[in-house]
C-alpha cells in the first residue's frame, strides 16, 4: 500500500506560479510511474503530465507544455509539479497518482493509488 500526499496548493493571480508536492509514505516510489490529474468543478479528471520510474521518459498535456514541469526524486519519495504563468483554467484539485505497471501513463484508469489532492485557485 502506498500513501501519498499532495501539498502546496493555493490562491495566486493569474500569471504566477505554485510548486505542488506529493510525498509518498512507500520508499520504494522508484518503482512507480507518477502522473498528476486535475479535475475542475463540472468537469472530468484530466491528464496534466507524468513521469517515468526513472524520471527519463515524461509526458504533458497540451495545455500545459512550457508552462508546468514534473520532477521526481526518488531517493526523497517526492514528486514535485512546477507550475508557472498559471490561468484562471488551471483552478482545480490536483492529484498525484502512481502507477505500477506504468504502460500508459496518461491513463488515469491504469493508476494504482491516489493521493488526497490539493485545492489549485487562479484568480483572473
Known amino acids: 500500500q502506498v500513501q501519498l500526499v499532495e501539498s502546496g496548493g493555493g490562491l495566486v493571480q493569474a500569471g504566477g506560479s505554485l510548486r505542488l508536492s506529493c510525498a509518498a509514505s512507500s520508499r520504494t516510489l522508484s518503482s512507480f510511474g507518477m502522473g498528476w490529474f486535475r479535475q475542475a468543478p463540472g468537469k472530468e479528471r484530466e491528464f496534466v503530465t507524468a513521469?517515468?520510474?526513472?524520471?527519463?521518459?515524461?509526458y504533458y498535456a497540451d495545455f500545459v507544455k512550457g508552462r508546468f514541469t514534473i520532477s521526481r526524486d526518488n531517493a526523497k519519495s517526492t514528486v514535485y509539479l512546477q507550475m508557472n504563468s498559471l490561468k484562471p483554467e488551471d483552478t482545480a484539485v490536483y492529484y498525484c497518482a502512481a502507477d505500477w505497471s506504468a504502460r500508459d501513463l496518461t491513463a488515469g484508469d491504469e493508476y494504482d493509488y491516489w493521493g488526497q489532492g490539493t485545492q489549485v485557485t487562479v484568480s483572473s
Open positions: 513521469i517515468s520510474r526513472s524520471g527519463e521518459i515524461i
